[in-house]
């Protein structure tokens, strides 16, 4: 799902950045269209400052790429970024609340269970 920018990249977006901002939006909306993966590689593996087009249109027009070229990877990716964002949300409560739960008489277990239950609840356990 990576891009292998060519030799001419540079050039690409050397280009991109001495037109103006609506040029550049159009320039790259066609490149998508087109599937001119020399424009696509060039801009979608360098950092806005390197190509002068808007990040957030070349973050949509990459997501979109990515779909269409590699869907089941792209879906594996969203799939990771799911969890993830469940695990950094649960996080803090789990620790604060593994704190607490470890401090009294057998807290150690009752805090592993709750926890267990708690993991389980998003569909993953300990062992994941």
């Known amino acids: ?15 991109l950045r001495s037109m103006s901002a609506d040029q550049r939006q159009a320039e790259l909306a066609r490149a998508f269209e087109d599937g001119n993966r020399e424009i696509i590689d060039a801009v979608g593996s360098f950092d806005q400052l390197m190509h002068g087009c808007n990040p957030e249109i070349v973050t949509a027009l990459v997501d979109e790429d990515q779909r269409t070229v590699a869907p089941a990877e792209y ?13 950094d ?12 739960a ?16 708690v993991l389980k609840s998003y569909g993953i356990g300990f062992d994941d």
């Open 1 to 15: 799902m990576g891009f292998a920018p060519s030799a001419d990249a540079a050039e690409i977006r050397g280009v």
């Open 75 to 87: 879906a594996s990716v969203q799939s990771h970024k799911k969890y993830g964002c469940y695990l």
């Open 89 to 100: 949300n649960a996080g803090p409560s789990l620790m604060a609340f593994t704190t607490r």
């Open 102 to 117: 470890l401090a009294g008489p057998g807290g150690y277990e009752k805090a592993r269970q709750t926890t267990a239950a």
